[in-house]
């Protein structure tokens, strides 16, 4: 019962948010403009299905692309990063103080260099997911315990055999747990470079439908966008689950 309860939990609590979305814009006649009802946006969608598809496709992939970019340059930076503790205490800082700078004001760089279309969206999806996927996988690496590396030295193996063997299959839980965070990320970045400098895709789609006052067809694709996230995040969370299953289990077991 209570398996079957968690499992409906999810699309109960959703069903039971647009239902009292719904009632609120009835009840006090919100100005659609302000806040279309759910029942405006699903009419949307089903009006408009062919055109938020295509750009719903153009934003997953141009994502995706950037997603992976983040992927493999943040793992490789994370292993780096963390193979020193001189080289993780120098690159930090830098790190830390790229990640703080907007990544909306890269935007308008970027279309200087690369013009408008997709590759501003591929680049900033890259650059705002890196982050999180480069400190997890670092972290894994800094904080393995200096007892245990002492005690494989000990016993002949070197630095690149206690990488290789014990410090990365450590940072697998560190790793998997950043790419749910990193990927809903990848879409922000993606939507803010489509909301400013694009020709396609489900930002700028919704700054078109704004400029027209399609209030209903902008909230269609924030659903759309938050489908897609949630999608992601949903197979990575499979993902994680399938590759650290025994860091799941040894908790399940401390807990108990």
């Known amino acids: 019962m209570n398996t079957t309860l968690e499992k409906l939990a999810p699309w109960l609590f959703t069903i039971g948010l647009f239902v009292i979305w719904e009632a609120a814009c009835r009840i006090f006649r919100i100005d659609p403009f302000v806040l279309p009802a759910p029942s405006a946006a699903f009419a949307a969608i089903a009006q408009y299905w ?34 020193s503790r001189t080289i993780y205490r120098g690159l930090y800082p ?48 800094a904080t393995m315990e200096p007892e245990l590396e002492d005690v494989l030295r000990a016993l ?29 990320l990848a879409f922000v970045g993606t939507v803010v470079s489509e909301t400013i400098a694009a020709n396609a895709g489900l930002g700028f789609l919704m700054v078109q439908a704004g400029s027209n006052f399609q209030m209903p067809l902008v909230f269609a694709g924030l659903l ?21 299953g025994w860091a799941f289990r040894s908790s399940m077991s401390a807990a108990a």
Request: hydrophobic share 60%; glycine share 10%.
């Open 156 to 184: 002949g193996a070197r630095k690149l055999d206690i990488m290789l063997k014990v410090g990365i299959p450590r940072t697998q839980p560190y790793l998997f747990g950043s790419l749910k965070v990193a990927i809903t």
């Open 94 to 141: 830098v790190m830390v103080g790229f990640n703080s700078i907007p990544k909306v004001a890269i935007v308008p760089i970027l279309v200087v260099w690369f013009g408008i279309g997709e590759v501003p969206a591929i680049l900033t999806a890259f650059l705002i997911s890196f982050f999180p996927i480069v400190v997890n996988v670092a972290t894994g690496l």
């Open 224 to 244: 759309l966008l938050a489908v897609e996230g949630i999608a992601m995040y949903a197979v990575f969370a499979y993902v994680e689950v399938y590759f650290t």
């Open 50 to 83: 062919r055109p938020l598809l295509r750009h719903s496709f153009v934003t997953l992939w141009t994502t995706m692309a950037g997603f992976a970019i983040a992927v493999a340059f943040g793992i490789v930076l994370g292993l780096i990063v963390g193979w």
